[in-house]
């Protein structure tokens, strides 16, 4: 087992507790989209979700981040409950949303603008964020100015700049091609590593899950739910890129795909 | 280039000050450049024309600032609440479909032989373009930069100053360049119809007494009026929207 899941006292950073979200539709009978969630998510541990189409994976991103309610249920983060957006927590998308008429510097610096931290303070935060994510010396270029994996490292940045205590991320890196996708898998597990970060990752690529993760939670079909819980085994959180070539990457994957139905699944 | 321009400048004046009478065209019909020239040097001294001019450059620009004021801040109060556009979309609606100019009478009977309604016609006639593109590019901005700024806590002025007024400033621009040129033609309009100030009563004072070389030189002014309105549009434009990439902001 990882050294994680050893240390029962470490902090619950992000809880759902009994989540069941709907939405109302236009037939009025309205849709489930997920039901009795429970998910704990520890300090510095990171946990991917995983799961069909439509199964309500964002749904649980946007509860998490305040953005939209939970209709039963309540979730938690650093023990409080989450009602509202709060600094607590900060998401990141497949899109990088990065503001064009920003620079690369004033945007990791949005979200310490929104807080209203002072300018000295949010251009030393910036800076040392963006060496760290190695986009030194391009504080000063705008986002079209950069190519897809520079923006999304930005973005990253941007994310981490406002030093929440769990980074909800919604397939960070579907839009990338594949190269630039395992650099910056491997760019996010040294960052989250070093900063000790909580995380909730979605996603679709079953390797991706299994090469950043601590932990894959697999949901059902709409109404989701979590079916399953996979430990993943493999040392060295900090090195997704030498984590994917592990032996036991081949089982986890085999498990995934048969619990996602994936070969019965109509492309 | 340069010279290649200059050299298409001499060119044509060449063309218009022979060719007209090369081809028996008479010069009321249409007066060649140095008459045109000498008519101008004659008005500076005996119609006040720089005093015409002004008035006719100080409407048109008053008639923008407003008009841009207005469309802007119409623009982004109906890009922020749908319902508000749904209420006032028919009424706008008329409104834009209405041929501006034709208020200019009705502007002459309300207000007088004054400045008020000239500058009222450039006022309605700039607003639209102007509205429309802060309207629409309002209501373009990626949803989900939205839910990313009220993620990280963003109240609604916040939202306003931070994405959606520099997210609106390229299509903004957009529109002034074509409300620039639609200034010129409310004002001289408005003087058309009434007044005795201003390029558009020159003109119509040039028509009455057949003076088609008066009528030339208030023509070439009032160009002049919109090219520099619109340069000036430019000039803050790049200054402005420098963040954008050359070739897009070329092509807007």
Redesign the interface.
């Known amino acids: 087992m990882n050294a994680l899941s050893a240390d029962v006292t470490a902090r619950t950073r992000l809880e759902f507790r009994d989540v069941t979200k709907r939405f109302a539709s236009k037939r009025g009978s309205g849709i489930t989209a997920v039901q009795g969630l429970n998910i704990s998510i520890r300090d510095g541990e990171v946990v991917s979700i995983i799961g069909p189409s439509g199964c309500g994976k964002s749904t649980l991103l946007n509860m998490a981040?305040?953005?939209d309610p939970a209709s039963e249920g309540d979730v938690f983060v650093d023990g409080v409950r989450v009602e509202?957006?709060?600094?607590h927590?900060?998401?990141m998308?497949q899109?990088d949303?990065l503001?064009?008429?920003?620079?690369i510097r004033h945007n990791v610096e949005?979200?310490l603008?929104?807080?209203g931290r002072p300018a000295r303070e949010r251009r030393g935060i910036a800076m040392d964020l963006l060496a760290k994510c190695r986009l030194r010396g391009f504080e000063d270029h705008?986002p079209?100015q950069l190519s897809g994996g520079m923006r999304q490292r930005a973005a990253l940045a941007r994310t981490l700049a406002?030093d929440p205590s769990v980074l909800l991320m919604d397939e960070p890196f579907s839009a990338l091609d594949a190269q630039t996708k395992m650099v910056l898998q491997q760019d996010l597990g040294r960052t989250l590593a070093e900063t000790g970060k909580t995380a909730l990752f979605v996603t679709h690529d079953l390797v991706e899950a299994i090469a950043l993760s601590h932990r894959v939670l697999v949901m059902s079909q709409r109404p989701g739910t979590i079916i399953e819980e996979i430990v993943v085994d493999i040392p060295d959180i900090s090195n997704p890129m030498a984590r994917r070539t592990h032996p036991h990457v081949g089982p986890y994957v085999a498990r995934l795909m048969e619990l996602l139905h994936i070969d019965e699944a109509d492309a | 280039m340069a010279a290649a321009s200059l050299g298409l400048f001499v060119l044509f004046l060449a063309a218009w000050q022979w060719g007209p009478p090369a081809m028996g065209i008479p010069a009321f019909i249409i007066p060649p450049a140095d008459q045109v020239w000498h008519e101008f040097v004659r008005m500076l001294g005996r119609d006040q024309l720089m005093y015409h001019t002004s008035i006719t450059a100080l409407q048109v620009l008053l008639g923008f600032v407003f008009g841009m004021l207005l469309g802007m801040v119409v623009g982004f109060v109906l890009g922020m609440s749908a319902s508000a556009e749904f209420v006032l979309s028919p009424y706008i609606l008329a409104l834009q479909i209405a041929p501006k100019v034709a208020f200019a009478p009705l502007f002459v009977i309300w207000f007088g032989y004054t400045m008020t309604p000239k500058i009222l016609v450039a006022v309605l006639i700039v607003f639209f373009p102007v509205m429309i593109n802060v309207l629409g590019a309002v209501r373009a901005i990626?949803p989900?930069?939205v839910?990313?700024?009220?993620?990280?806590?963003?109240n609604r002025f916040?939202l306003f100053w931070?994405?959606e007024f520099?997210?609106a400033?390229p299509p903004f621009f957009a529109g002034l360049r074509i409300a620039a040129t639609l200034a010129v033609i409310g004002v001289v309009v408005g003087e058309l119809v009434g007044g005795n100030t201003g390029l558009g009563y020159l003109l119509s004072f040039g028509e009455g007494a057949g003076n088609t070389a008066m009528v030339f030189v208030t023509i070439i002014l009032l160009t002049l009026i919109g090219i520099v309105l619109y340069g000036a549009i430019v000039l803050i434009e790049r200054r402005v929207l420098h963040?954008?990439?050359a070739r897009a902001r070329a092509a807007g």
């Open positions: 981040s305040g953005l509202r957006p709060n600094a927590v900060a998401f998308l899109k949303l503001l064009p008429w920003r620079t949005f979200g603008e929104i807080l705008y079209h406002v | 990626d989900d930069i839910r990313l700024a009220r993620a990280f806590t963003a916040q931070k994405i520099p997210a400033l963040f954008m990439p």
